[in-house]
């Protein structure tokens, strides 16, 4: 009876042990039984914003407010509020192999699509939550995203 119980025990330990150690992203969740595509689907608010580990406000960047939406056939918005105007710009989006990064490429005025940008790590991708963090350039840039639709 001790054996089967120790046995059990190991084995939950064990458990709780490799999902811990296989987390995908570094903030989140350790497990997920809906892809990290359709987890992405939705409207986001820019709920935090961070410059080498510093936070920035929105109205030190000449922004009211920014929210960002992704749909399923890989497209999306961006609106910005800057002094009460709504600035809205399309994009698309892809996710590399192994889902840990995103890119977006943005339509530029005259319809055309422009370059994809470098991939974004995602360090959390909950169903309301969406962080992602940039460090292609000199500083490192931390976008944490609310889920609002």
């Not at 296989?22 to 892809?35: R, V, W």
């Not at 914003?49 to 922004?63: F, M, R, V």
């Not at 995602?122 to 963090?133: A, Q, Y």
Request: hydrophobic letters at 35%; proline letters at 1%; aromatic letters at 16%.
């Amino acid at each position: 009876m001790k054996s089967k119980l120790f046995i059990q025990l190991f084995a939950f330990s064990l458990l709780i042990f490799v999902s811990q150690s296989c987390k995908k992203y570094e903030n989140g969740p350790a497990i997920s039984f809906i892809s990290a595509e359709k987890r992405i689907v939705g409207k986001y608010e820019l709920e935090t914003y961070k410059i080498n580990g510093i936070e920035i406000k929105l109205s030190e960047i000449g922004l009211d407010n920014f929210e960002k939406e992704y749909f399923e056939d890989g497209k999306g918005k961006n609106y910005s509020r800057q002094f009460n105007n709504l600035i809205e710009t399309e994009f698309e989006w892809e996710l590399n192999k192994d889902k840990t990064q995103i890119r977006e490429r943005e339509k530029g005025l005259n319809g055309e699509w422009g370059q994809w940008n470098s991939f974004y790590t995602i360090t959390k991708l909950t169903k309301t939550e969406f962080w992602t963090l940039n460090e292609n350039s000199a500083e490192q840039h931390e976008f944490h995203y609310l889920k609002i639709k």
